[in-house]
């Protein structure tokens, strides 16, 4: 489908935010794929942000050709887009003290994630290298607490060591950020014995589960299963996830 | 206009496929398309046993192409039997069963397990670049290729189809192989090997080192390959190997193919498989060639 950007701009250093039609219904933790135009083959995923009546918006960091290409891109361009795609965040009734742990580029998924849940009562642990995004609208949702590599902004450290601070009395831990944070989400999560859900990645091909390039290594009774990121995920239990 | 095409005793309903691996078993892709448009599913390569597949990464990006090392992931020929082909029956269009043994013996098993209703033809893989057993070891052995060849014949009531790789110095010695061997047609290409190297870790990016490389940079090799192997049997050949628009499929029939499969533009277009039979009608229509077969082998040298 070809949907019509509304506003693409820097929100902070590399860092952009897009706007787009859409008239699909996402659930948090899922993800579109954008064809980035130029030379590019694959759509690239990218996880949805936020989700409006007809408009959704990702938050997305210049890593390659793709990326680039797409902070060119201005309002009203069209883009070639398919999803939402993928199993999200499994969110419970039951369930109300809830820790979002979330790391630089993988922050973004949380924030739709922390505004369908933000009745309950939410802890949101951040980690930014330096420059921090999205902050002020996490704080709608929850308290936030924030860690920076360089002290730039709140804690100097990692998010691991804010969410320690945080992790009494938690039913429920969802993480998304780099593989070694959620490696060290993971271990806490079940140090704590809280059951938690983390989103993963894995460069992917059709992103629709049916070639079998986007394998995440899990455990299962018998030994492990690589089960598809882009439809069995990218969220997982972090239990199944072997890293 | 006609666009049904014969593959041995096999009709299709129009020229064009999807190819093995890249539209898993169907369900996902019909979601995007009517499966019923479609000549025929060349489904993923199913193995006798479950294949766990090929630690990640799988698949990198390069020039027009992509590198894959999927390694065979799939849930072996049963569980294909018992839970994937009911629901690519429900559909008008061909199944064409993709199968890979380690042995030879393997592949009698999967060709006897596979002589059931709702299979229409057997694609004979011997041209996998990411399995250490079997795969293209046997493809690039034209002795494997007519035994194998051979052995699945005697066996199966189906159209036997047999998929080889480019990875070899001369087509025309495998296409014919094939031939000997029984086959009713051969498809061809299979991805070409290559690698790729992380500069920052000086490693290769795939832990087998070599994998498969598909997409638009592989079109001319491959319909080079298609020319010459047409060139050196009498059966049909299936053409594919960076298929992405009704020109290309087209370049590839007059070339000599009786029918195309697109491959991985599914994955960039997950209707590019019916656009682009929607675009060989239209170019039927333009230059007024009311049977697709008049365009097969129609290349002026
Ligand atoms: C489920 C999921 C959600 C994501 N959500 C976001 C998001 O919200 N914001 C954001 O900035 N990034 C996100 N990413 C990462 C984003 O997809 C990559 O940064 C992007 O594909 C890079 O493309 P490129 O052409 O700029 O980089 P290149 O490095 O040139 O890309 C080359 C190839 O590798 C793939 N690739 C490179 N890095 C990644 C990666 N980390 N994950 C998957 N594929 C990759 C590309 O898709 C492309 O096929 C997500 C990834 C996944 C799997
Ligand atoms: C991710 C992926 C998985 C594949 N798996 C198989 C397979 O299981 N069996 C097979 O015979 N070919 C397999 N192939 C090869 C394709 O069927 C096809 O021959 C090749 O990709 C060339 O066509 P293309 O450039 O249009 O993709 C695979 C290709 C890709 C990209
Ligand atoms: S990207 Fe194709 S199965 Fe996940």
Redo the contacts between chains.
Sequence with gaps: MRYVVRENREITNGIYRLRLEFDGIPTPGQFIMI?CGG?????RPFSICDHDADEIAIVYRIKGKGTYNLSKVKALDTLEV?GPHGHGFDMFDKFNNILIVGGGIGIPPLLFLSKKLKSKNLKIALGFKSDVFLVDEFKKYGDVVIATEDGNTGIKGYVIDVMKGEIKDIDMIYGCGPMQMLKAVKDMAEEYDVPCQISVE????????????????TKTDSG???KKVC?DGPVFWSREVVF | MNLKINIGNLELKNPVLVASGTFGFGKEYSHYIDLDDLGGIMVKGLTLYPKEGNPPPRIYETPSGILNSVGLQNPGVDVFIKDELPFLNRFNTKVIANIAGETIEEFVSLAQKLNIDGVDALEINVSCPNVKEGGMSFGVDPNSVYAITKKVKQVSNKTVIVKLTPNVTDIKIYAKAAEDGGADAISLINTVTGMAIDINTRRPVFKNVFAGLSGPAIKPIALKNVYEAKRAVSIPVIGMGGISSAEDALEFMIAGATAVAVGTYNFISPTGSIDILEGIKKYMLRNSIFDVNQLINSINV
């Design positions: 064809n030379n590019t083959l694959l759509k398919t894995e460069h992917m091909g059709c992103g629709i589960g049916a070639c079998m390039v986007c394998a995440c290594k492990f299963q690589y439809k």
